[in-house]
């Protein structure tokens, strides 16, 4: 006979049975957290109601987990933008809403239990609809121990990442992995930590797996590699100026400050922060642009289709993170390689490159030095590299001395399209006609500009640049392969206008790979003198300069005829200034100045101090070609043309 006292028993436990059962609700992870989630002060600056609008970025990912079409969630994520509030919502759901047993594996054991200490205990603690359905760890017999917390309908099981037997055994449906990137690289003898913990999912056809780290070093950063499995999205704010859309980074990013040093420590004081719009070049500040909308964009949203959405986040977007303390930390780590490295992965939210014996971005903005004028003493000639892009011309100005010194002068944009006789006034008034001028006030005018005619206005270039022939501007063509010489005698190419040829121009075409070559070798010159470059510390000599610059590196490709081949490195998207310095010092090769006799008239020019105080480099006389030297043909017919 069933008594009362059976009864309750019986309903107790089918209760328990039904809420593991029970369908969720029809919530996605933000809905869920902006209705039951409580952050707790051990955790959070802003303990509280959970509020997505603090951290926008984070509403993507969150819903991404709740999609039925996505089976795999990667997030590369600096510190202080969330990143464990995304990993405790979408957990806290799961417990809440759709529970199912997950392995949740950390780099160490360690790790595991304090993350459960300090992170999960106080969410179940502080959210109520958690608190019931996770028994309290001093209960007895409760399943609810460090590194276990048993719920109806699953066990939240925490974990090192070297613990083969608790990622080998028992199916798993939910599988978390955080700081991917300080994880063993075997769990014993067993493989890939994260192989295997995804092998336990098989059987679920509902699955879900999210991994997140900070990013570390290049190519063999095992988040990175993830990340470019997936839809690769980027959070990305519009400038309030020209409405496009661009991720927040370091290279755009400018600042001035004061420093004191006393004992030989170091103290800084940020005077002003910017941010410039890499597309219209426009200003704008912090607050600004953490107000300003946004978005992730994706840059292969096909990986959709195979359940695989990625997320990249740095610093600069973060509500707990201000630029000035980015900025400061930057500047404390600058001569400390690996406190340089925190700050590019923790702050910048970018992978570190380890370039071997290559000059880096820090170390050449380090030596840049004060110029007394436009033009410091020891420039001789003065060239152009203009590159073309479809809404601008990016120029540097690059002042040339005795055996290959260099001075960069000027690097600038001119905004507008090639096509507009508007942009070329521009650049006729920034480079072309322009007379820079040393302390004394002698000046120099560019002596000659190759202009690439790359890109959807190749007709147009041309066409210019023969109406410039008198100031010795001229296009180019890269040319790519390591078997094409930097200069080579010009070449008469075709103008052709609405499908009719209507004059020719003078065209020189540059192996880029040999003038990179040469671009990377003299930066590797550490000492002033034949072959160093010299850097202003100005602005347009900042970070998005020299990432623009160090953009590119040898890559050896085994199946290549010739093996090995110059590519973008990963997170060097702009290479404009890389290809403005080679324009530039193709165009000194390409010219027959005499340097001695340049200084001498330069001189000359001091001592008789000329109204206009402008000296111009002279062509070199050369001996009279023969006939089977049609190469010396060409450049004696080029240069009469002058």
Not at 52 to 75: H, K, W
Not at 203 to 231: C, D, L, Q
């Amino acid at each position: 006979m069933t008594t009362e006292h059976d009864a309750v028993r019986l309903n107790t436990a089918i209760t328990k049975a039904l809420v593991g059962m029970k369908p969720p609700e029809d919530l996605t992870v933000t809905e869920w957290a902006e209705e039951k989630r409580r952050l707790s002060s051990e955790s959070s600056a802003e303990p509280g109601p959970w509020r997505t609008s603090r951290t926008p970025y984070l509403r993507e990912p969150m819903n991404a987990f709740t999609d039925p079409r996505v089976r795999r969630i990667v997030m590369v994520a600096a510190s202080q933008v969330g990143k464990s509030e995304f990993l405790n919502n979408a957990i806290g759901y799961i417990i809440d809403e759709d529970p199912g047993s997950i392995l949740f594996v950390h780099p160490t054991t360690i790790d595991a239990k304090e993350y459960s200490k300090l992170r999960i205990a106080p969410m179940i603690r502080d959210c109520p609809t958690l608190k019931r359905k996770v028994a309290p760890a001093k209960s007895r017999e409760s399943g609810n121990t460090l590194l276990q917390k048993t719920y109806p309908g699953g066990i939240l099981t925490m974990c090192g990442s070297t613990e083969a037997h608790a990622l080998a055994s028992k199916p798993i449906r939910y599988v978390f992995g955080d700081e991917r990137d300080r994880w063993a690289s075997s769990a014993g003898n067993e493989g890939d930590p994260w192989e295997l913990a995804m092998a336990r999912q098989i059987t679920f056809y509902n699955a879900k797996a999210v991994e997140v780290s900070t990013p570390t070093v290049k190519n063999v950063s095992a988040i990175e590699a993830s990340y470019y499995e997936g839809t690769m999205e980027r959070w990305k704010s519009k400038c309030p100026h020209c409405g496009e859309y661009h991720e927040i980074k370091w290279e755009s990013i400018r600042y001035e400050h004061e420093m004191v040093e006393v004992n030989g420590k170091k103290t800084y004081t940020i005077t002003q922060i910017w941010y410039i719009c890499p597309d219209c070049g426009c200003v704008s500040d912090e607050l600004t642009m953490k107000r300003q909308p946004a978005r992730w964009v994706a840059e292969n949203p096909t990986a959709y289709d195979h359940g695989v959405r990625s997320f990249w986040l740095n610093a600069f977007v973060s509500q707990w993170a201000s630029w000035e303390s980015i900025i400061l930390k930057y500047l404390n780590a600058i001569g400390d390689t690996r406190k340089l490295q925190v700050v590019y992965n923790t702050c910048f939210g970018e992978l570190w490159e380890d370039r071997g014996d290559l000059e880096d971005e820090d170390s050449l903005m380090a030596r840049r030095e004060e110029y007394t004028a436009e033009l410091p003493d020891g420039v001789l000639v003065l060239t152009a590299g203009v590159d073309t892009q479809d809404n601008r011309m990016e120029y540097e100005i690059l002042g040339h001395g005795h055996f290959g010194e260099t001075w960069g002068i000027e690097k600038g944009i001119v905004m507008g399209r090639p096509d507009d006789d508007a942009t070329w006034t521009k650049l006729d008034e920034m480079v072309f006609n322009r007379v820079f001028r040393f302390a004394d006030g002698v000046g120099l005018h560019v002596s000659m500009s190759f202009v690439d005619e790359g890109g959807h206005f190749t007709q147009d270039v041309r066409l210019q640049c023969r109406s410039r022939i008198g100031k010795k501007v001229f296009c180019i063509k890269g040319m790519s392969g390591p078997d094409r010489p930097f200069t080579a005698p010009p070449k008469k190419q075709k103008i052709v206008v609405r499908q009719r040829a209507i004059g020719t121009c003078w065209q020189y075409q540059l192996g880029v790979d040999a003038g990179k070559q040469i671009i990377m070798d003299n930066l590797g010159v550490q000492t002033k003198g034949p072959k160093y470059c010299h850097f202003p510390r100005r602005d347009d000599y900042g970070p998005a300069y020299f990432t623009g610059l160090l953009s590119e590196h040898l890559v050896y490709k085994a199946d290549r005829r010739q093996p090995w081949v110059w590519e973008k490195i990963p997170g060097h998207e702009r290479n404009e200034a890389l290809d403005c310095r080679n324009y530039a010092l193709a165009a000194f090769k390409a010219l027959p100045a005499d340097l001695d006799e340049v200084g001498r008239r330069l001189k000359a020019a001091r001592g008789e101090r000329p109204t206009e105080g402008v000296a111009t480099p002279v062509a070199a006389k050369s001996a009279r070609p023969s006939k089977r030297q049609k190469a010396g043909d060409v450049l004696r017919k080029y240069y009469d043309d002058w």
